[in-house]
């Protein structure tokens, strides 16, 4: 697997979730009646299923040899 699709498929994710709940936990303000921190989560779920297709995607293309 390549480093780029190493990157897109672990990386990213865990750098969307991991270190922005800590600080999204302690703005007071709500969107749509939710915590920003939940928006956050419930948005980040969409966000690693690209993230992971497009992993998917580069691997694929790499093993073709294209």
């Known amino acids: 697997m390549s480093r780029r699709a190493r990157m897109i498929g672990l ?4 750098l969307l979730v991991v270190p922005t709940i800590p600080l ?4 007071d303000r709500t969107l749509l009646g939710l ?5 956050w989560l ?4 969409p966000a690693t299923t690209l993230c992971l ?3 998917w995607y580069l691997h694929d293309r ?5």
């Not at 990386?11 to 865990?14: M, T, Y």
């Open 24 to 27: 999204l936990s302690r703005i």
């Open 42 to 45: 419930f948005a980040c779920i």
């Open 11 to 14: 990386v990213l994710p865990f």
């Open 62 to 66: 790499q093993r073709d040899g294209g």
């Open 53 to 55: 297709a497009a992993c």
């Open 35 to 39: 915590p920003v921190g939940i928006v």
